[in-house]
């Protein structure tokens, strides 16, 4: 247990859905990120938000609305996904004060299929 | 710009003993960090171990050990006393040191396969 909680572990949806995937930090982080994992590629940084704040919106389609109410929350809102925005979503949390040593830590994930 | 390198897609080693992964990283910033994380296939990112670029000593963790070579900008992890559960993806990690406002990204390499064969 990372002490950082993503719900709900699987999701099927359709392209015209609406979905959120949530994730919840219990650590007293400052930072909180978004990943999207496919598969056979490396993770792939989505949203970046520190004290709440947005400092990081790596070109994510409009289709992906991330909305960071307070340190410890973190929201990925999903509309009109398509299927290749299936894969495994990542979310992590940190303490971070600059420099180089920013320790991330992770939730389980939300398997994500679209369908 | 930086960049992580893991040229092994998949190895084997045998319950008990040690491996090696191999990470090489791209970077021409001074102020660096170096991390690794193990992938089971439940999916959470479970982190390793931390080396830092202005780190003397070659950071350990229990039985894993980082293999800095900065000349030669390699970072391989080393598990000793291999055990069945050791059997996951491991991605090495780099983020560079903050300038200003902006925060250095985590850049993350392909990832190498370990399987433990009993």
């Known amino acids: 247990e990372t002490g950082v909680t993503q719900t709900p572990r699987h999701l099927v949806m359709g392209m015209t859905n609406k979905k959120s995937l949530k994730c919840e930090q219990h650590l007293g982080h400052n930072a909180m990120y978004w990943y999207k994992q496919s598969a056979k590629k490396p993770l792939e940084l989505m949203f970046v938000y520190n004290f709440k704040e947005q400092t990081e919106n790596n070109s994510v389609p409009s289709r992906f609305s991330p909305e960071c109410p307070n340190s410890s929350h973190l929201f990925l809102h999903l509309h009109t996904l398509q299927p290749e925005d299936s894969a495994l979503y990542l979310c992590?949390?940190?303490?971070?004060?600059?420099?180089?040593?920013?320790?991330?830590?992770f939730g389980a994930g939300t398997r994500l299929s679209v369908l | 710009a930086q960049k992580i390198t893991q040229t092994q897609p998949g190895m084997f080693v045998q319950e008990k003993e040690a491996v090696t992964l191999d990470c090489t990283y791209d970077?021409?910033?001074?102020?660096?960090?170096l991390f690794w994380y193990k992938q089971p296939s439940s999916g959470e990112m479970i982190f390793l171990i931390y080396?830092?670029?202005?780190?003397?000593q070659n950071a350990t963790e229990g039985r894993y050990s980082l293999n800095f070579q900065k000349a030669r900008k390699s970072a391989n992890l080393v598990i000793s006393a291999s055990q069945l559960g050791d059997s996951a993806m491991y991605f090495c990690?780099?983020?560079?040191?903050?300038?200003?406002?902006?925060?250095?990204?985590?850049?993350f390499g392909q990832g190498t396969e370990l399987s433990v064969k009993p």
């Open positions: 990690a780099m983020r560079e040191g903050r300038r200003g406002n902006q925060g250095g990204k985590l850049i």
């Open positions: 970077t021409s910033d001074q102020s660096y960090g």
């Open positions: 992590a949390s940190s303490q971070d004060r600059g420099g180089a040593k920013n320790i991330q830590y």
């Open positions: 080396q830092g670029s202005y780190d003397e």
